[in-house]
Structures are given as structure tokens and as C-alpha cells.
């Protein structure tokens, strides 16, 4: 926990702070699995496709997985400074990349896509249903007929048995920072407060990042009640295995229904 008083802690805005630390406190995360993953379903509901968005894009580790392979590559993220580090990290790298600042709730473009990707909880930055159904509508509309969707959720189980009560201190550039996690029943919300201390100014900042955990039953209700999606696949982890509450991770497949 910080060391100076309260007052002199800057409330900002997510991953407006932590940007240059998370590629580091999310070290932990396989990527290459993850990305292999994802390219076993792409090539089995949409082989080799020639253009990828992915959501929430970060830093840009997933989109790098895909540079040489898939031409056109965009991603997008709500927050300037994750975006900042894909810049960086794709710089060079893809035939045609785009980069935007844009809210996943409310975007359009002006080409369609083939695929769209959102991953690693970000989804669960919906904080409604109704949030939830904006992000399914907007991806609907930038995908191409019989294109593809898919996106990962976090589950109760996942937050309960690992995020529930987290508490990790460490450094990293100079940066001291603390993270701590916990559950809200009540809500059904996975809570992450970071502080940050920047060694060398002393400047102290705090982001509360609160993500909406949903079951998959609610999560199925917002795609089907649109009518606008076929639903290919609700996978447990990183598997073709039906997914289930008493999964960590659940990827679901979607696919745009033609006509
Ligand atoms: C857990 S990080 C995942 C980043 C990346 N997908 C990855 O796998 O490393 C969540 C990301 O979601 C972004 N995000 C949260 N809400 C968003 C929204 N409404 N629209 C666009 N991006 C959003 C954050 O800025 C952050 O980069």
C-alpha cells in the first residue's frame, strides 16, 4: 500500500497507468498457447482469413501472433496508452494494420471483417447485458456475412478461486505497485484496485478496474435473443470440450448468420 496519505493518490482512468507494466504482470500468460488455440478454431470455422479485428487488443500480443499470417490486421482498445504499446510492439511487423481508440460497446467501420476477436476477459468489461448485446450489434455489423466471432469469458469459479482475495506487491521500471482482487457476491463483479508509485517523482496513482462476471446462461440469452448469431461453440479452457460454470475460462464461437 502506498506510503503517502490518501489525498496525494491520483484516481485515473483503466489501464491509463498500468499500460507499461502490464505486458509484465501478465507474464504469466501463454500466448503462444492461447494464439494456438484460437488458430485451431479459426481453421476449423474460418480457414485462413484475410482480415482480423480483435477488441480489447492491448498491447497487441495476440494481433503480433497473427502478423505475416492473416493480411489485413486492426485492433482496437479503449484505452490510448495499451494501444500505445501495440503501436509499438506491431510496429513494421503487418502488411496492413490499423490501430484505433474506440469503445467495443459502440464502434463501426468502414470495411467488414472475416473474424473478430475478444480476448482475455474483456468482454467482461461489459457491465450489463445491455452492454454486453451493444458489443454483439456493433460486431455484427462490421462482420461479413457468415464471419466469425469469438470471445472468452471469465467465470465465477475462476474469480472465486483465484481473484477472490489476491493481494501481490512488487516492481517493475522503477514503478513499485500493488494489486489487490476480491469478489463482490452482491453483484457478481471481480474487482482489481492497482496503486502505483513511480519511484523516481513520488506521483501515486490508483485505477479500480471492475469487471461484470456473468453466467453462461446470460451470456447465451444476449446472443440468442438478437436472432443475428449461430452459435458454434461454448468451449471449456482451452479445448473443444463443452463449457460449463465449472470452467476457469469459456471461449464461445459465434457465427453470423447470413441473409
Ligand atoms: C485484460 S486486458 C486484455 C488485453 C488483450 N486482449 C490481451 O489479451 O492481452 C483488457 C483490455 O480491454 C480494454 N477494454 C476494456 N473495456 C473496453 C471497451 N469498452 N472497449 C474497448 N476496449 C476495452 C482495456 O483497455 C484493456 O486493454
Redesign the pocket.
Known amino acids: 500500500m502506498p506510503s503517502k496519505s490518501q489525498e496525494s493518490v491520483k484516481h485515473v482512468s ?2 491509463s497507468h498500468i499500460a507499461p507494466l ?1 505486458d509484465y504482470m ?1 507474464r504469466h ?1 501463454n ?1 503462444v498457447q ?1 494464439y494456438r488455440y484460437i488458430d485451431s478454431l479459426l481453421n476449423a470455422y474460418a480457414p485462413n482469413p484475410r482480415s482480423l479485428l ?6 497487441g ?2 494481433l503480433e501472433k497473427f502478423a505475416g499470417q492473416v493480411p489485413v490486421l486492426m485492433g ?4 490510448f496508452e ?1 494501444l500505445q504499446g501495440a503501436r509499438q510492439r506491431l510496429s513494421g511487423k503487418c502488411d496492413h494494420l490499423l490501430l484505433w481508440n ?4 459502440q ?1 463501426a467501420i468502414q470495411i467488414e471483417v472475416q473474424v473478430v476477436l ?5 468482454i467482461n ?2 457491465m450489463s447485458e445491455d452492454e454486453l448485446t451493444a ?1 454483439l450489434d456493433s460486431v455484427h455489423v462490421c462482420l461479413q456475412d457468415g464471419g466469425i466471432f469469438i470471445f472468452d469469458i471469465c467465470t465465477r469459479r475462476t474469480c472465486k478461486n483465484y481473484f477472490r482475495s489476491l493481494h501481490e506487491v512488487d516492481t517493475f521500471a522503477g514503478t513499485e505497485f500493488v494489486r489487490r482482487g476480491r469478489y463482490d457476491d452482491k453483484n457478481d463483479w471481480q474487482i482489481n484496485e492497482f496503486w502505483l508509485n513511480q519511484q523516481e517523482t513520488g506521483s501515486q496513482y490508483f485505477e479500480r478496474h471492475v469487471q461484470k462476471i456473468y453466467s453462461l446462461r446470460a451470456v447465451k440469452k444476449s446472443i440468442t435473443r438478437s436472432q443475428k448469431w449461430d452459435i458454434l461453440g461454448v468451449y471449456n479452457n482451452f479445448t473443444r470440450r463443452p463449457g460449463s460454470e465449472r470452467s476457469f475460462r469459456v471461449h464461445f464461437v459465434l457465427q453470423k448468420r447470413t441473409g
Not at 480483435?54 to 498491447?59: D, K
Open positions: 483503466v489501464y502490464y501478465m500468460v500466448y492461447w480483435e477488441l480489447a487488443c492491448g498491447t500480443k495476440m482496437l482498445d479503449r484505452s495499451m474506440g469503445d467495443m460497446r464502434f475478444c480476448l482475455y476477459d474483456s468489461y461489459c458489443t
